[in-house]
T-cell receptor
Framework: DAGITQSPRYKITETGRQVTLMCHQTWSHSYMFWYRQDLGHGLRLIYYSAAADITDKGEVPDGYVVSRSKTENFPLTLESATRSQTSVYFC?????????????FGPGTRLTVL | DAKTTQPTSMDCAEGRAANLPCNHSTISGNEYVYWYRQIHSQGPQYIIHGLKNNETNEMASLIITEDRKSSTLILPHATLRDTAVYYCIVNNAGNMLTFGGGTRLMVKP
């Protein structure tokens, strides 16, 4: 299916465990982003990537690791999950050309850390 | 990026126009105003953006005051499916979208 997908959609884990959230887009967009949204709040940027093998920190990068070996995939890893990382995680992408402000968001991953 | 101020919540009758205000008094000359919305539990969706001129697309209209210190998003004929949180963002078209609290719009039958 065309578009941007995230997996898993729901995840429950325990403190200290490593968790990887997957993001896949079929548009060959250059830019990809990871945001987190805590209950009742707006989204905050964790990391973004301008192209394969190019990543940069956003507003709240601590405790997260990203990689981008292929243009279409942008996994987010919590190396040692903490309760404060309980949140909904959204992946987004946008093209390098065209409208610079239109980001396309995935459906989100709801992560609970016990 | 300039800070934005939006009402926490608004109601609108179905079929009527929904006018969502946003104040951005510290906006600078190269910063755009753009709007996203987030329907419950879904990822945000881009609506529209503008720099100086008013803009219209198939979803909404954006009215920016002449001094650019405020703007209004207009949904001309609101439907129940327009119930969502609407985010006004001011940015220089870079990568760091900063989402504030937004306005929770409730469209009522």
């Amino acid at each position: 299916d065309a578009g941007i997908t995230q997996s898993p959609r729901y995840k429950i884990t325990e403190t200290g465990r490593q968790v990887t959230l997957m993001c896949h887009q079929t548009w060959s967009h250059s830019y990809m982003f990871w945001y987190r949204q805590d209950l009742g709040h707006g989204l905050r940027l964790i990391y973004y990537s301008a192209a394969a093998d190019i990543t940069d920190k956003g507003e709240v990068p601590d405790g997260y690791v990203v990689s981008r070996s292929k243009t279409e995939n942008f996994p987010l890893t919590l190396e040692s999950a903490t309760r404060s990382q309980t949140s909904v995680y959204f992946c987004a992408s946008r093209s390098r050309q065209g409208n610079p402000v239109e980001q396309f968001f995935g459906p989100g991953t709801r992560l609970t850390v016990l | 990026d300039a800070k934005t101020t939006q009402p926490t919540s608004m109601d609108c009758a179905e079929g009527r126009a929904a006018n969502l205000p946003c104040n951005h008094s510290t906006i600078s000359g190269n910063e755009y105003v753009y709007w996203y919305r987030q329907i419950h539990s879904q990822g945000p969706q881009y609506i529209i953006h503008g720099l100086k001129n008013n803009e219209t697309n198939e979803m909404a209209s954006l009215i920016i005051t002449e001094d650019r210190k405020s703007s209004t998003l207009i949904l001309p004929h609101a439907t129940l499916r327009d119930t969502a949180v609407y985010y006004c963002i001011v940015n220089n078209a870079g990568n760091m979208l900063t989402f504030g609290g937004g306005t929770r719009l409730m469209v009522k039958p």
